[in-house]
């Protein structure tokens, strides 16, 4: 991405002394220590949602910056909003006036099309499309490949299943999947 040195990364249960070159520092009790040291900014690569939420809360609270990392192959529209704390990975595009909470995670060649509200710490999985004027809640995950219908609400905590096509919302804490989604249970 350019513009960041590294300085390395944190893992409460290291398996590695580096990755991709990057050593692995220790585990998160060292936080204190870096922004002492200067370190001022913190990416969170968490892969579950109220975790990565939870982390990224912890570190603001710390004092650290969470600054939005996108890939440079990313496409954000100059009008799109993306707050403190996104990961916008390779090929994703974020449209017109897209709304990104803190802590999402838009990942691998995702489409979140024009006027889309993602909520904070939600996660909208490689391949996922989501039409225009979609709304994602809190910590909602849509899944690999999933197709969302223009107008769509998906609740706060809402799992889309893999390969999905909503085409109707999807109430708080519901596990969803199918052509069409169809509920199968609540959280």
């Not at 969470?66 to 890939?71: F, G, K, T, Y």
């Not at 017109?96 to 024009?114: D, K, M, P, Q, R």
């Not at 107008?151 to 919302?169: H, K, L, R, Y």
């Amino acid at each position: 991405m350019g513009g960041f040195d590294v300085a390395g990364l944190l893992d409460p249960h290291p398996t590695c002394v580096e990755v991709l070159g990057v050593p692995v520092l220790g585990g998160d009790e060292l936080l204190p220590g870096l922004l002492r040291q200067g370190v001022a900014a913190a990416v969170v690569a968490v892969g579950t949602n109220l975790r990565r939420q939870k982390i990224g809360q912890s570190l603001l609270a710390m004092g650290f910056a969470l600054p939005v990392v996108a890939h440079p192959s990313a496409i954000l529209a100059p009008s799109a909003t993306i707050a403190d704390g996104t990961v916008v990975m390779a090929r994703a595009v974020v449209g017109t006036l897209a709304n990104i909470g803190e802590f999402a995670l838009i990942n691998t060649g995702a489409i979140v099309e024009h006027d889309n509200q993602i909520g904070q710490a939600a996660h909208i999985a490689p391949g996922a499309v989501l039409a225009g004027r979609v709304r994602v809640g809190q910590r909602a995950l849509v899944g690999v490949g999933s197709a969302v219908r223009p107008g769509i609400s998906i609740g706060d905590d809402s799992i889309v299943g893999a390969g999905s096509a909503v085409v109707s919302n999807v109430p708080p804490g519901s596990i969803v999947f199918g052509t069409p989604a169809r509920i199968q249970s609540n959280r």
